[in-house]
Each structure stands twice: as structure tokens, then as C-alpha cells.
């Protein structure tokens, strides 16, 4: 039987407890299929660990992390406590780039039982893949001067690498899904890396000339959004562009609370971490009503990768029947629990 070994960092506040339960799931959903099964190492890593230690993770958390098959990651955040520049660039963007896990993939779709804001949703099922090394979020730039002098200067680092990469990565899937990629842009207002965009865009097209293919302002793309979200397929994006567009696609869901994330290394030379798009929720934090189905949906995203698609598919057909059900929790609009829930999704993963 396969073994995969996944290091296991639930985090801050509703991590410590989304992730036992998605784990719960997995590990049914393992046992359903019956050709392998999970390892699961926990790390007590984050803030916690930080007011403790004064780091977020040890100093060879990265050469640990690299002796595992995947990263399985819940919430990290304690605001009130430790600075959030602290807290992500000490732990999840530093994984980020150190695992070179260069593309962000984040789906959303309208699912039985959760009622979307839109007042025409029309069945949308779209994702977003998101660069995730560079961009507009590159290291680089710096502050000068001091009171009314003083500068603030960001650089937007897009290399061809990079840029390629994403594309590439967006057309492949758009292979398996509905056959279309539409890419955000901004070339009629930023002059010299949306160009540039668009130029690795229709280069990359080219090998591709059975997928349909647009390119999008940003302003336009997020409109549309909310106006025609059916109409989308795989969406490509710069790293900045790519967050507000996630963001805006677990909203048009019905709660950025239940939306998926997967950082990934796509050469495979390193781990990828699975995480959910939800923060750590510190006031709820401990009271049991917290909602997994972000954690779940995410592990279904991990299944994905390790190749099992039709038990992901069976994953989160089983999260629908739950919420068609009327089993959610408070954030939803529901009185559940989060044992509630979990249970539920398991019962109907059977």
C-alpha cells in the first residue's frame, strides 16, 4: 500500500481544530479507495511557537519540511499578539518560497445547499491560477527620506520564467475542464509589466490554439465577476491580481470562509502546501463552531494532486450533500457545529 507522508501544521486559532477534522475525512477517504494511506506528522508551529521561541518555525523547519511528501497548513494569524508581517513571512510565504511553490490555485463554484450573494449566480465553476513568486509582491524596493520627503517604492518583479510558468500551467488545466483561459491585465494603465503580460500571453497561446483564449482588464474582469461569473473557465493572474480575484470568488460563493488553496511545486522537486483560503479566526477560536469545510475542500485539493481525482470528486460531493442538507455552521447562516459537519461530510462520503 502507498504511504504518503504529510507534514501537518494546524497553526492559530480554528487551524487547531479544521485540520483534525479534514484529516478525519481524509483519512475515510484513503480507506474508501484502499491502494494507499496517509502519515500524518504535526508540527505545533506559528504564533504560538513564536511567543514561545520567537520565531514562527525553527531554524531548519525548511530542511524538515522538504523530507515530506505534502504540506497540510490550517490558519496563521494572532494579530492581537504578533504582527501579521511577522507571523506570514515567518512561516507560510516563507515556505512559499523556499518550496519554489510557484503557482496558487484556488476554485470557486456555486455548491448545493449555499446560497450565493449574486442574484443570477448561473451555476458558475470557475478557478483562478494565481503566480505566486513574484509580481507585484517581489521583494524589492525600499523607503527613503523621512516626513513630508518621504518615499515608498515597490518594485513589480515579472520574469519570463515565471510568467510563462503560470500560463502554461492555466492551459493545461483548462484542458481538463471546459477549454478556455481568460487572462488579467492591466496593460492600458501599467506600462511596462502588463505589456509584457500580455506579450508571454499570446506567446504561450500559441501552443495551445485548440483552447480559447482572452486577455481582460483586471477592473473589467473583477465586474464581470459578479455580473457573468458562468462565463469563466481558468482564469491566469498576477500575483496581486490572482489574490483579489480569490478573494472576490469565495464572496460570489457565499463565504470567503469555505474556499481552498494550494500553493504548488509544480516540478514536484519539493513539497506543495495545502491550505484554505480562511484566516485563524481568533475570537471563535476554541468554541467548536468553527467551519471545516475550507480545510476540507482544500484536502480534496490535495487529493487532486497526488493524482486520486475521483475520490476529490467524491470529497466534495460529499461537502455539497452537507450543505444541502442544511447542516452548517453559524457563518453560514446555520447552527451546526463543527463535529456536526464533519460528521455529516463523513456519513456521506461513505
Excluded at 502507498?2 to 479544521?18: F, L, M, Q, S, W
Excluded at 483548462?174 to 481568460?182: G, I, M, N, S, W
Excluded at 508571454?200 to 482588464?217: E, L, M, P, R, Y
Aim: aromatic content about 8%; glycine content about 10%.
Amino acid at each position: 500500500m502507498k504511504t504518503y507522508r504529510i507534514a501537518v501544521i494546524p497553526g492559530d486559532g480554528i487551524g487547531k481544530e479544521v485540520v483534525p477534522a479534514a484529516i478525519e475525512v481524509l483519512d475515510q477517504a484513503a480507506h474508501l479507495d484502499g491502494s494507499f494511506q496517509f502519515e500524518w506528522t504535526t508540527f505545533p508551529w506559528g504564533c504560538d511557537y513564536y511567543l514561545e521561541t520567537g520565531k514562527m518555525m525553527p531554524d531548519n523547519g525548511i530542511e524538515i519540511l522538504k523530507g515530506y511528501d505534502q504540506i497540510f497548513l490550517g490558519a496563521v494569524g494572532m494579530p492581537n499578539l504578533v504582527p501579521d508581517h511577522i507571523s506570514l513571512w515567518g512561516l507560510l510565504i516563507k515556505i512559499r518560497r523556499e518550496m519554489k511553490q510557484s503557482i496558487n490555485v484556488r476554485p470557486a463554484k456555486l455548491l448545493q445547499g449555499l446560497p450565493s450573494p449574486l442574484r443570477k449566480p448561473n451555476d458558475f465553476d470557475l478557478v483562478v491560477v494565481r503566480e505566486n513568486s513574484e509580481g507585484e509582491y517581489a521583494e524589492s524596493g525600499g523607503r527613503i527620506h523621512s516626513g513630508q520627503d518621504e518615499v515608498a517604492i515597490q518594485n513589480a518583479i515579472f520574469t519570463r520564467k515565471g510568467t510563462e510558468r503560470a500560463m502554461r500551467y492555466a492551459f493545461e488545466i483548462a484542458k481538463t475542464r471546459r477549454q478556455h483561459v481568460t487572462s488579467a491585465t492591466k496593460s492600458n494603465g501599467i506600462t511596462y509589466s502588463m505589456p509584457f503580460w500580455d506579450e508571454v500571453f499570446v506567446q504561450v497561446g500559441k501552443d495551445f490554439k485548440d483552447i480559447g483564449q482572452v486577455s481582460t482588464h483586471i477592473d473589467a474582469l473583477a465586474a464581470f465577476f459578479v455580473m457573468k461569473p458562468e462565463s469563466f473557465d481558468v482564469i491566469v493572474a498576477s500575483n496581486l491580481f490572482g489574490d483579489i480575484l480569490t478573494d472576490l470568488g469565495g464572496a460570489i460563493m457565499g463565504s470567503i470562509g469555505i474556499a481552498p488553496a494550494a500553493n504548488l511545486n509544480i516540478e514536484r522537486q519539493y513539497p506543495s502546501m495545502f491550505e484554505p483560503v480562511h484566516g485563524s479566526a481568533p475570537d471563535i477560536a476554541g468554541q467548536g463552531i468553527a467551519n471545516p469545510l475550507g480545510q476540507i475542500w482544500t484536502g480534496k485539493m490535495m487529493l487532486d494532486f497526488l493524482g486520486y481525482h475521483e475520490l476529490g470528486t467524491r470529497v466534495l460531493n460529499a461537502i455539497e450533500a452537507t450543505l444541502a442538507q442544511g447542516i452548517k455552521t453559524a457563518d453560514l447562516g446555520g447552527t451546526s457545529t463543527l463535529r456536526d459537519v464533519t460528521s455529516a461530510v463523513l456519513n456521506h462520503l461513505r
